[in-house]
């Protein structure tokens, strides 16, 4: 199976700083990464996703680095605007077309005017 | 982008009763479906993938005569909680994929949240 952690339950950045959210995997066999942004009371949001492939993805204002060595990604978000604000998921799926993803648990970024 | 609605968005029910939950894909076909449940300040816990015409697959630990799934169309997936107790009150999320094998995309919806008196 997989399990996918998150090192920091909480991440308190000020407003225009970078913020980095890690995620940590446990299953080698994954090979899709997404990130998903989640605003209290409503569903995830899709922000950016990486397949195994590729080690660095580029959005706008985001990025992901995957490092399958260690098997941990991040989410780099430039200029944290106060909108950034919410619970941040990172979520791993193994390939070979059963696409079923495992959530971490997630981390709450709190960004300050 | 691919949008998906729930309907109710909040629900309120009587412990006993049933409610069907609506998970629809607007723009896109999607042949897989997932429900989700999500406890306060926890992730999102799996709780079935539905396929449609088919029948769907529970994860381990959920009841699947207490929450019935219906992926009737390429656009459709229903969670019915039956026979609904507090201890079901919680945040109910859907996902539809969207995209075939590898290229899949996850799109989830907006949550129902379900209180069962």
């Known amino acids: 199976g997989e399990s996918v952690g998150l090192h920091l339950p909480t991440l308190s950045v000020q407003e225009g700083d970078n913020s980095i959210i890690n995620c940590a995997y446990s299953?080698?066999?994954?090979?899709?990464f997404i990130w998903y942004k989640q605003e209290s009371g409503k569903g995830p949001q899709f922000i950016i996703d990486i397949r195994s492939n590729m080690d660095k993805r580029q959005g706008q204002r985001v990025t992901v680095l995957l490092n399958k060595t260690v098997k941990h990604l991040s989410l780099q978000i430039a200029a944290t605007q106060p909108g950034d604000s919410a619970v941040y998921f990172c979520a791993a799926a193994l390939g070979g077309g059963s696409y079923i993803p495992t959530f971490g648990r997630g981390t709450s970024l709190i960004v300050h005017p | 982008g691919a949008v998906v609605s729930q309907h109710p968005s909040w629900v309120i029910c009587k412990s006993g009763t049933s409610v069907k939950i609506e998970c629809r894909s607007l723009d896109f076909q999607a042949t897989t479906m997932f429900w989700y449940r999500q406890f306060p300040k926890q992730s999102l816990m799996l709780m079935a993938t539905s396929n449609e015409g088919s029948k769907a697959t529970y994860e381990q630990g959920v009841e699947k005569d207490k929450f019935l799934i219906n992926h009737a169309s390429l656009t459709l997936s229903t969670l019915t909680v039956t026979s609904a107790h507090p201890e079901d009150s919680s945040f109910y999320i859907c996902s539809a994929l969207s995209g075939r094998g590898s290229a899949d995309t996850q799109y989830f919806g907006p949550g129902t949240r379900l209180t069962v008196l």
């Open positions: 299953n080698s066999a994954s090979d899709y």
